[in-house]
Nanobody
Framework: QVQLVESGGGLVQPGGSLRLSCVASGITFSRYVMRWYRQAPGKERELVAN????????NYLDSVKGRFTISRDNAKNTVYLQMNSLKPEDTAVYYC?????????WGRGTQVTVSS
């Protein structure tokens, strides 16, 4: 059974930081492109960042460039999203996604709220 479990979300003040984690089980993690998406209320889900099995980072969503960093630890079956200089517009549910040739797996998400 494939599971992606996100954690690390919460309430943070503008300018603060959070680190999201996503632990995968039931897959050979080191073979998957991993991605972080987010979905704000009333908006479509959008791709935030992605990383190859070898750890090469792809393009980031323009609005998070220079503030967010995706990374992975294949030994721990974990992908991370370090989020710095958070803004209210970063408020969303953040989802982990594991991409393979026939589709992808999703986690249930973790809520990030940026508010004073």
């Amino acid at each position: 059974q494939v599971q992606l479990v996100e954690s690390g979300g919460g309430l943070v003040q503008p300018g603060g930081s959070l680190r999201l984690s996503c632990v995968a089980s039931g897959i050979t993690f080191s073979r998957y492109v991993m991605r972080w998406y987010r979905q704000a209320p009333g908006k479509e889900r959008e791709l935030v960042a992605n990383i190859t099995p070898a750890g090469v980072r792809g393009n980031y969503l323009d609005s998070v460039k220079g503030r967010f960093t995706i990374s992975r630890d294949n030994a721990k079956n974990t992908v991370y999203l370090q989020m710095n200089s958070l803004k209210p517009e970063d408020t969303a549910v953040y989802y982990c996604n594991a991409l393979f040739s026939a589709g992808s797996y999703w986690g249930r998400g973790t809520q990030v709220t940026v508010s004073s």
